[in-house]
Each structure stands twice: as structure tokens, then as C-alpha cells.
């Protein structure tokens, strides 16, 4: 392998971070916050698909996957909503305006927006889940009559967990988008539904021959969705899930997001579900 | 194909010296042989070999004084190319925010010297995994752009080499610069020489050779043919893929796991072994942070941590992952083996466990649909 051989002279290094400001930080939930950032340099955000994930890093501190949340129309800023759970992302979230990150990405497969034209779309999160999705649903908004039917099915821990409950309510308001949210647990001020996500399936309008399902939550919590929505007659290769695994480089040097013969970070996180089902239900995969 | 004495061998150290490479090779340490920085023939473990079976390893003298007689240790040239512990950058606080720097040191140009045809085909494989797809890993190329690759070719497998199952030896054949054959008859003492690239002719035309005369190709076919009947091990490849993808709960992997200490042995010693974890430094002050990348294994519980648990909780998840990995979903990534038939896995394992013998109990147990067409 000399220099002469095909592979080009100046490789660009995939692992180094470009610096990103902090524009802002918005807490969404007790223990979820939403990142506004703009590039330092003038060279601009780079574009990305609903569904893609950067690699954010805090200064000394260590670098993780994070999904994109933002509206891919708005391409001049990135949007991380981040729940913070340990290391990183707490130090993540004591960062304020002014604060730089660093940041690798646009990386990984996307939600299959394209393919839903002529269909109906039918989204189903849990949790922190709903933020790889809110991008996709941004996008079919804005192409709304390309679309059937369009149902969000969302289910949060507690009341007090539900994210983006402003534009939750605005969505609700669009009379073609059938919002729908229950809690696992409820509180006083609750007067919606109660129990798991996968009750709201068979309350959603939408032709299950001729659907696409965007799937995105806990693997246990995506199980019984999966389930339920081919329990409503949904086909496999129709239902698309996002898979999360330890991840270290993003571009398939660490190993560690291996998934069966998949890289998580280059062939998912998103997928079709008839491609990954005979691993789907492997335990220790 | 060419001669070289082995009285003139030591010109063959000047020769790729004076073209300003690092000679790495075989040297005897702590009774074991490894690769390292050689100054001079003299560095070469003359006069010894190895002896190598499950969970076996040891060094012995020879009753003669080959320079090659022997197969490959604990090392491999992965740790060169690749290496255990390496800076990705540095950021440096500035203002608000931060600078980050690549690392961007040019490697010395090294050369490798007696590179086995196994080794030939990981190195192959590892230019795959960080050259071949769709992101290039820089540091990697650096090095492998800027290296001599001189292989002896295999005349003594020992008792955990299976190359011929895994077609990669024991004859060195592409992506080499120069391959040696090493002859010993008697007193005579002597090495046939190939060039297998532009820098291996640029080499061998400074050498004292003399050409081969008919009748000796032969000896070193005769000599390779046997070396290729006498593998200390074998595999049978035929649809591997499919019986491992087809076997995620047989029950040897809970065989394999009861023996197996997920000690990470494996995969430090595997030529083709990639995986790797980083490690964030930052110094006293908070001004000065580091990337490093550093080895990882499959067989460590914090391999597969993700925020709630991990993911393979169990030794049989993880020997599972690795065997699985190495035979059959290597095959979908990258279009080749992970397994290149070098042993070193079986031989370095504490437990003896031999990847060719689980492959046949595997085999061997199968449910009916082994049997159909
Ligand atoms: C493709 C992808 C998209 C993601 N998108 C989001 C998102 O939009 N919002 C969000 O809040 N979280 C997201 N996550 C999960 C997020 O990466 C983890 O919560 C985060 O890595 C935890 O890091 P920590 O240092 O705070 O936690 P610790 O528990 O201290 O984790 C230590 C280290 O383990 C690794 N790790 C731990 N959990 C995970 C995990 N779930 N996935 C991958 N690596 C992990 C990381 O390297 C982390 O630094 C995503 C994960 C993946 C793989
Ligand atoms: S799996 Fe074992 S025999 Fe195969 S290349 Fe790796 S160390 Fe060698
Ligand atoms: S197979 Fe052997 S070398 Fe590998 S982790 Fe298990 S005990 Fe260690």
C-alpha cells in the first residue's frame, strides 16, 4: 500500500471535533435539555437527514452520540435535546450560552421519510426517543400533502417527562396529525391516557397495508411495539426502528456498536426491521 | 528467483537501513519471540523455534542455526501499524473555547522482516477495516504507506497453525515487497529471494546474488509442499457463515464459556483484531485535554455498556461475539475472514480453548437442517 495506490493523499481525519458554540440551553424535563449550537468557524452546519447522530464532545471530559432534534429545514443551527444520565452528558448540561463543544457528524442511516410519500406514517417513541424523531416529523410537515395519514404516538415516564409539550400542542392543533401521548405513571394534573405507548396503537387511524411505522425507544419498549403494529397487520420490511449500542468513533474503527454483522454508527442507528429481525429477538446480541 | 548466502545475509540489514527503514523482526524475549526494533542479524533468535499447542507456548534450540525456524509469537505487526495506545489530538483552551490539533507526526518508514503469509493476509484485512471504506483512518495509512514488507515463507507450521484451511499460506504469495525462503542443506546455508513490488527490486539489485539454477525451484516447492501437509490444525470453512448465523444457541458456546476466563488474551494477540475504546485526558490546569486511543476487547463487560446495562452480560455473550464475529459477520463487513489460520488465539489462551475444535463441535451437533441439500 504506497502512496501511489488509490487511496487519496490528504485524508481528512474523521475523529477530530469542530468547535461549536453554544447558542442555548433549554431545559425540557428535570432531567432533559435541549442544545442550540452554531459553528465557530464561518463554514456553517453541515446538512443532515432526520434520524442522523452527531459525536458531541465536552472539553476533557469525553464524547458521545447524541441524535440530531433539530428542524432539517433550519440547517444553520444544530439541535441535541440530551437526557443527562452520566458522565458527559451532565457536563453537558452545565454548559450555557458561550460554551464551546466540540463536534464529529453528521453520521448513520435515516428515517425513510422519502419512502412514506403516498403513505401514511405512523410514530411511535418513548422517552428520550421522541427527539431522533422530531426532525422527521418537521420534515413531513413541511411536504404534508405527500402524505396519508400521519399519527405521533407517544409515551413518557410521568407527565413531568414529556418533552417538547409547546410544540406537542401546536402539532395537536394541525387537524391531519393525530397526536396522541400516555404516561406510565400518572399525576393529579394528568387527564390523559395512562399505561404503556403500545395501547395508543390501535387507537391510531392509518392503513396498515400501506404504512410506514418510525419506531424509537427503549429496545424493550420497541419489542412490543413491534409487536403490536404487526399484530395490526403492519408489514415487517414497512416498520423501521433506531438501535443504540456503546459507541466510541462513529465510523466504524471502535467495534463496539456492533450488531450482528451491522455497524450501528454507519449502517443504522436506523432500520428497516425485516433486515435486523433474526437479531431482534437474540439476547447478548 | 534469486540467491543469497547466508554469510552475505547482513547486507541485506545495510541495504534497507541505508534506504532509511526501521528494521523491525523476530527477536527472542522472555522466552518467547517476538517482533521488535532489530539492529543487526545478530538480533534474529538464530539457532531456535518454538513448540505451540492449546494453552501452550515455549521456546526451544534447534540443531541448527535458522534464522527463521520458527512461527509466530505473542506479537504481531498490528501493534506497529496500529498501535496499543496512540494520541488521536490535543485541544487547547482559547478563550471561551477551545483549539483542537491533529496528530500529525509522520512515522519513520519501517520495515518489516519476516512477515509470515498469515500475517501478509491480516495485515490485508486490517488495511480493509481502516483504509477500505467509506471513512480512511489517517493514522493508520501513515504508518502502512511508509512500510517494507519482507516475508519468509513458511517451511515448519507448528502444532496451532491452520493456514491451509483458511487459504493464506503457508506460501507468501501477494502484497509483499520481498520474500525470502530459507534453505538449510547441510552446511550450505543459504536463502532464495523474490521481489513482489518496485521497492523489493530497488532492494534486491543491491544485494550480492547469484541466480537460481534450474532443479532448485523444485527444492522449494518440495519443501513448501510439505510444510503444507503438516498444519498443526484445521477447519473446516465450507459455509461458515451460515452455521454460526445459524447457531446463536448452541449449546457449545455455554461449553466454551465455562471454560473461557474473558481474559482478552485472544484478541490482544489476534493479527486482525481491531476493536479499541478512547480515553479523555485533561492535565491539572484544565487548559491542555487529550484524545488517546487505546486496544480494546470484545471480552470486557464494559465493551457493551450503554446506559442502563450492558449489553453482553455473560462470557458466553461475549465468546459468542467474538467467534461469531471473527468467522461470519467479518465476512458481511468487510468481504474476507476475520480468521487468517495464525493460532495465536489458541495458543495464548490460558483455558486452551481451540477455535478450530469449536467450529467442529458446532459442526459435528447439528440440528436436521444440516443434513438437507
Ligand atoms: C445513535 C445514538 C443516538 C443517541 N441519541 C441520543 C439523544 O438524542 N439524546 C440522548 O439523551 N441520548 C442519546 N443517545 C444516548 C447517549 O449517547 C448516552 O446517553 C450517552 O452516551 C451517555 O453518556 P454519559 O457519559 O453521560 O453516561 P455514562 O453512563 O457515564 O456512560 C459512559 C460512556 O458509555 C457510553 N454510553 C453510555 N450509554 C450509551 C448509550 N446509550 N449509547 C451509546 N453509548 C453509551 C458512552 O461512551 C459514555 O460516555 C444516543 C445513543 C446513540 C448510540
Ligand atoms: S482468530 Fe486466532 S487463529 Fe484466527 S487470526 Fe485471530 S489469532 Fe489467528
Ligand atoms: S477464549 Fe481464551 S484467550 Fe480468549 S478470552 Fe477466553 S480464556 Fe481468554
Same mark, same amino acid.
Given at each position: ?16 471535533? &469542530? ?10 424535563? &428535570? ?60 457536563? @453537558? ?189 437474540? &439476547?447478548?446480541? | ?111 518489516? @522482516? ?128 451460515? @452455521? ?48 488517546? &486511543? ?80
Amino acid at each position: 500500500m504506497r502512496k501511489e495506490s488509490h487511496l487519496v493523499e490528504e485524508t481528512v481525519d474523521p475523529m477530530v471535533p &469542530r468547535p461549536f458554540v453554544v447558542r442555548e440551553s433549554r431545559e425540557e424535563t &428535570r432531567d432533559a435539555f435541549t442544545l442550540t449550537l452554531e459553528p465557530q468557524e464561518a463554514n456553517g452546519a453541515p446538512a443532515f437527514e432526520p434520524g442522523q447522530f452527531n459525536m458531541i464532545y465536552v472539553f476533557g471530559v469525553g464524547e458521545v452520540p447524541v441524535s440530531i432534534s433539530g428542524d432539517p429545514r433550519q440547517p444553520e443551527v444544530l439541535v441535541h435535546t440530551v437526557r443527562a444520565v452520566g458522565g458527559v452528558t451532565r457536563a @453537558l448540561q452545565k454548559l450555557g450560552p458561550g460554551d464551546i463543544v466540540g463536534v464529529r457528524g453528521p453520521f448513520g442511516s435515516a428515517w425513510p421519510v422519502d419512502k412514506a410519500k403516498g403513505k401514511d406514517v405512523v410514530i411511535v417513541t418513548g422517552g428520550i426517543g421522541l427527539a431522533p424523531l422530531r426532525p422527521a416529523v418537521c420534515q413531513i410537515l413541511g411536504q404534508r400533502e405527500k402524505i396519508g395519514k400521519f399519527a405521533l404516538l407517544y409515551g413518557a415516564r410521568t407527565p413531568k417527562d414529556i418533552l417538547y409539550r409547546e410544540q406537542l400542542g401546536q402539532w395537536r392543533s394541525n387537524l391531519d396529525l393525530q397526536v396522541r401521548v400516555t404516561v406510565d405513571n400518572a399525576t393529579r394534573d394528568w387527564y390523559g391516557t395512562v399505561g404503556v405507548v403500545t395501547i395508543l396503537i390501535h387507537k391510531a387511524r392509518f392503513d396498515p397495508a400501506n404504512t410506514i411505522a418510525m419506531v424509537c425507544g427503549p429496545e424493550i419498549m420497541m419489542r412490543f411495539v413491534v409487536q403490536e403494529l404487526i399484530k395490526e397487520r403492519m408489514r415487517e420490511q414497512d416498520i423501521y426502528i433506531s438501535m443504540e449500542r456503546n459507541m466510541k468513533c462513529a465510523v466504524g474503527f471502535c467495534g463496539h456498536c456492533q450488531y450482528g454483522p451491522n455497524f450501528i454508527c454507519k449502517d443504522g442507528p436506523v432500520f428497516r426491521f425485516s433486515d435486523v429481525r433474526h437479531l431482534f429477538g437474540l &439476547r447478548e446480541i | 528467483m534469486k540467491i543469497l548466502e547466508r554469510n552475505n545475509f547482513h547486507r541485506l540489514f545495510d541495504v534497507l537501513k541505508e534506504s532509511g527503514f526501521d528494521i523491525i523482526g523476530p527477536t527472542l524475549q522472555d522466552q518467547a519471540i517476538v517482533y521488535d526494533h532489530l539492529e543487526g542479524v545478530e538480533d534474529l533468535p538464530e539457532g531456535w523455534t518454538d513448540e505451540q499447542a492449546p494453552g501452550k507456548y515455549r521456546v526451544k534450540k534447534r540443531n541448527d542455526k535458522a534464522l527463521f525456524g520458527y512461527v509466530v509469537g505473542p506479537t504481531s505487526w498490528k501493534k506497529f501499524l496500529y498501535p496499543p495506545r496512540q494520541k488521536l489530538w490535543s485541544a487547547q483552551k482559547a478563550g471561551s473555547g477551545f483549539e483542537v490539533a491533529a496528530e500529525e507526526g509522520v512515522p519513520q518508514k519501517m520495515a518489516f @522482516l519476516g512477515v509470515r503469509s498469515c500475517e501478509l493476509a491480516a495485515i490485508a484485512v486490517q488495511d480493509k477495516i481502516f483504509c477500505g471504506g467509506s471513512f480512511v483512518d489517517p493514522h493508520y495509512k501513515k504508518r502502512r504507506e511508509n512500510v517494507f514488507l519482507a516475508a519468509v515463507n513458511c517451511a515448519e507450521p507448528k502444532g496451532t497453525c491452520f493456514c491451509v484451511s483458511m487459504n493464506t499460506g503457508p506460501r507468501a504469495l501477494g502484497g509483499l515487497d520481498l520474500s525470502l525462503t530459507e534453505m538449510i542443506e547441510g552446511e550450505r546455508h543459504y536463502f532464495f529471494l523474490r521481489s513482489g513490488s518496485a521497492e523489493g527490486e530497488k532492494v534486491l539489485s543491491r544485494l550480492p546474488l547469484k541466480d537460481a539454477e534450474g532443479g532448485q525451484q523444485k527444492k522449494e516447492d518440495a519443501l513448501l509442499e510439505e510444510a503444507r501437509r503438516h498444519m498443526g490444525r484445521a477447519m473446516d470453512t465450507r459455509d461458515i457463515k451460515r @452455521l454460526l448465523y445459524d447457531n446463536p444457541d448452541h449449546p457449545q458456546w455455554d461449553k466454551a464459556a465455562e471454560r473461557c476466563l474473558s481474559c482478552a488474551n485472544c484478541t490482544m494477540a489476534c493479527p486482525t483484531c481491531f476493536c479499541s475504546t478512547v480515553e479523555d485526558v485533561s492535565d491539572l490546569t484544565g487548559e491542555h485535554a487529550e484524545r488517546w &486511543r487505546k486496544w480494546d476487547s470484545c471480552f470486557s463487560l464494559e465493551f457493551s455498556y450503554i446506559h442502563g446495562g450492558n449489553v453482553r452480560q455473560s462470557t458466553k455473550g461475549r465468546y459468542r461475539q467474538w467467534m461469531t464475529h471473527k468467522l461470519a459477520s467479518w465476512q458481511d463487513q468487510f468481504g474476507t475472514s476475520g480468521c487468517v489460520g495464525c493460532g495465536r488465539c489458541i495458543s495464548w489462551c490460558p483455558a486452551g480453548i481451540d477455535i478450530t475444535e469449536e467450529v467442529k463441535a458446532i459442526r459435528a451437533d447439528q440440528p436436521a437442517r444440516a443434513e438437507s441439500p
